[in-house]
């Protein structure tokens, strides 16, 4: 086939398939011209609403049928009635509405109009009213549309609720709750010049009685309008007749609220019973009128006695670094009762867990009004001060005071506020926030012998507590005491992506410290490691055990100038990690004792102050015993002085016995379940002791730590120390 020949075939293949006609989908957009207000048996008349139903797409939409059902909702068929039609026919502009029973009619359009409007009339029911459209087999869209905002519970117009209680003393003067009456239906608080009226009644057992005041405000349709309240009070004062006039006719739906409404004692000489006030709300009908308020009870005030209550704003509390930058916090001292505060006696504030920003104003608020120079802090303790008298009389006083906080590095745990007043039975306390310390530090002490170089030992572990901790560029040191130089140490970290450098300094102030910068910040948690420590000690070093300071502004920002916490005469040091006892320096006068290293054996008998040393008969002035947690305690320069050498001597101010054999270094403090071995703490099951001036430990670990073997024998209830290990 030739060329022209096939494009004359797809041409005319073009123009058939033209030719043909393509059928479109019809679709129509229905919707509710508005939602209704209503209640039970609420009418829905004609001319109030409309279902409307735009049709598109479709060629033309004459004759067109669909269908309508209705869900708590009733059609009134009288109403649908056009003259000249049966009765429940409504014919209008371009559509015809056939009524067939109280919830389904059938729609036609009579017109090639593609927009009809259908009006909905009829009476609304509990439920949520709605109007639904059956559009199958019809170019028209199914769906539901509803008539009303909410559901419909019942038939009444108005509903009653209270605000929260407010509390009253048990002199039982004050104020009850605000009552907020909602009407249901556009129009229901209109009744001309009479206004509406309601009852508030207190139970004729309640201690209070109603004085008369009460004041009401507009909201939502009613919010602009001039709304008066009238009370009259009846049953001895048990009931508050309200009278609320000055409703605007055309006004939209809406609430009043009654507020203002004050009570008294109904025996002023009497306090009145702590405890839930209640009262009933209904409204005043005319007689052969229906009530369209029910009667509703509602809880309106607590009775209470005299207190204050102190707690955080909105329960915010307040969350610091320890180091790290000062943050606000809000506190609230609050009445429970009228005059539960003396404006004449101040109220004074410590907090405990952090320390407060001096220097810097205290905002005080009552009642949500800002007071001036109401608060004062101390410079030197940072005690906040308030000054009562701003507080309002004849209210339950809600006093708000927002202040800073900062934590210092060594700080960890809650943070709280003591409240005190010579008005106050007792102190007021509340946790207003938390502390999170950024690093734990831990550290093996390093034992060190007196006059001797070059002396390798100890570490010392800093762990971030979380990621960036340390700042970029910062620096920190690493001080011992004066008695002590670092000539090396090797500085690493050893988890995480930190990344540092570090030298130890030998000239200047700073000599004989470790320099710390950071280069880069952690992105996880890190740890820094500083072990290998090289010291040199002379004879003149005392007896003891000595610390490490660490210090500087990659340690706490309190180091830095311009944060609140700094100390212009510590400086770079105002804020320190201390690392206790990290050098721990033996006597000077330690003597060697006999060390008869060759197969000796002792052997001690449980409250016998008899003993043998390889099978030699000796008396001791001291025996073994069985302590309260029912482990073998034994006198420990029994086995160390035959074994190795010995020192009795304090650290700290705290009897200490120090161990030397074989280059093993033990030592036991009085009072401790800790055996420090090396420069390391080794937990016991039971604590040192000291008794008839000797000192008693475990058996086990004096033998455990000395290296020797040890045995025993229950029958003899005996205890055998060998110098061959087992």
Do not use: W
Not at 39 to 55: A, C, F, Q, R, S
Not at 374 to 389: C, M, P
Not at 497 to 511: C, F, H, P, Q
């Amino acid at each position: 086939m030739k060329l022209r020949q096939k494009l004359a075939m797809v041409l005319a293949a073009a123009m058939v398939v033209t030719a043909v006609p393509v059928t479109t989908m019809a679709k129509s957009t229905n919707e509710i011209s508005k939602t209704i207000s209503a209640v039970e048996n609420t009418p829905v008349e004609k001319g109030d609403v409309y279902l409307n139903v735009d049709i598109e797409g479709a060629s033309s939409t004459k004759d067109t049928v669909f269908f309508l059902k209705t869900e708590a909702f009733e059609f009134n068929k009288d109403e649908y009635t056009t003259a000249g039609q049966t009765t429940g026919v409504y014919v209008g502009k371009d559509v015809k509405v056939e009524i067939l029973s109280k919830t389904e009619a059938r729609v036609t359009v009579t017109a090639g109009d593609k927009e009809v409007q259908i009006p909905v009339i009829g009476k609304v029911k509990k439920g949520t009213p709605a109007i639904i459209v059956d559009g199958q087999d019809s170019v028209v869209t199914s769906g539901k549309y509803t008539l009303t905002a909410s559901e419909i519970a019942g038939d009444k117009v108005y509903v009653a609720t209270a605000g929260d209680a407010k509390n009253v003393s048990i002199e039982g003067v004050g104020e009850i709750a605000d009552i907020t009456i909602e009407e249901k239906v556009a129009g229901s608080f209109y009744n001309d010049a009479d206004g509406v009226k309601f009852e508030i009644e207190l139970p004729n057992r309640s201690d209070l009685e109603f004085d008369g005041s009460v004041e009401v405000e507009g909201k939502r349709g009613h919010a602009n309008t001039k709304l008066v309240a009238d009370g009259k009070l009846t049953n001895d004062g048990k009931s508050l007749i309200v009278t609320v006039t000055g409703f605007d006719k055309d006004a939209q739906r809406g609430s009043i609220v009654l507020k203002g409404i004050g009570v008294k004692p109904e025996n002023p000489r009497k306090d009145c019973s702590i405890g839930e006030v209640k009262v009933d709300v209904k409204d005043v009908v005319e007689s052969g009128k229906s009530e369209k308020l029910a009667k509703t009870e509602l809880v309106v005030a607590n009775i209470a006695d005299f207190d204050i209550n102190i707690s955080v704003v909105d329960d915010k509390k307040v969350e610091l670094v320890g180091g790290k930058e000062a943050k606000k916090v809000n506190v609230k001292l609050k009445e429970t009762a009228i005059d539960s505060l003396d404006a004449k006696r101040d109220v004074y504030f410590t907090v405990e867990g952090a320390h407060v920003t001096t220097g810097t104003a205290v905002t005080v608020k009552v009642n949500d009004t800002e007071k001036k120079g109401a608060a004062t802090v101390d410079a030197k303790t940072g005690e906040i001060t308030l000054d009562t008298s701003v507080i309002e009389k004849n209210k339950i006083n809600t006093i708000t005071m927002e202040f800073e906080v900062y934590a210092d590095v060594n700080q960890n745990g809650p943070i709280t506020i003591t409240a005190e007043s010579r008005g106050f039975e007792e102190a007021l306390k509340a946790e207003i926030g938390t502390v999170k310390a950024p690093f734990k530090v831990e550290a093996e002490a390093m034992t060190v012998k007196v006059g001797l170089q070059g002396q390798v030992g100890g570490k010392i572990t800093i762990a971030e507590t979380e990621e960036e901790m340390f700042d970029r560029d910062e620096v920190f040191y690493v001080a011992p005491t004066k008695y002590f130089s670092i000539e090396d140490a090797k500085v690493e970290v050893t988890e995480g992506d930190l990344e540092i450098e570090s030298e130890v300094i030998t000239r200047g102030e700073k000599a004989g410290q470790i320099k710390v910068t950071v280069k880069r910040p952690s992105d996880e948690a890190s740890t820094i490691t500083i072990s290998g420590v090289e010291v040199t000690t002379n004879r003149n070093v005392p007896e003891g055990s000595f610390d490490v300071e660490l210090y500087g502004e990659a340690i706490s920002e309190m180091n830095v100038k311009g944060h609140p916490g700094y100390d212009k005469d510590d400086e770079e040091k105002t804020d320190a990690i201390t690392v206790k006892d990290f050098f721990v320096v033996g006597t000077k006068n330690t003597e060697d004792l006999p060390n008869a290293a060759a197969a000796k054996e002792i052997v001690l008998t449980i409250g016998n102050t008899a003993y043998t040393v390889n099978g030699e008969a000796k008396t001791a002035d001291a025996a073994a015993f069985i302590d309260k947690n029912n482990r073998t305690m034994v006198p420990v320069r029994f086995v160390a002085e035959e074994f190795g050498k010995v020192d009795f001597g304090t650290i700290n101010g705290v009897g200490t016995v120090t161990i030397f054999k074989d280059g093993a270094v033990l030592q036991f403090q009085n009072g401790s379940n800790i055996m420090n071995k090396n420069g390391i703490n080794v937990p016991m099951d039971t604590k040192v002791v000291i008794e008839k001036g000797r000192t008693y430990v475990p058996f086990k670990y004096v033998a455990d730590g000395l290296g020797i073997g040890y045995s025993y024998d229950a029958a003899t209830k005996s205890i055998t120390f060998t110098n061959q290990v087992k």
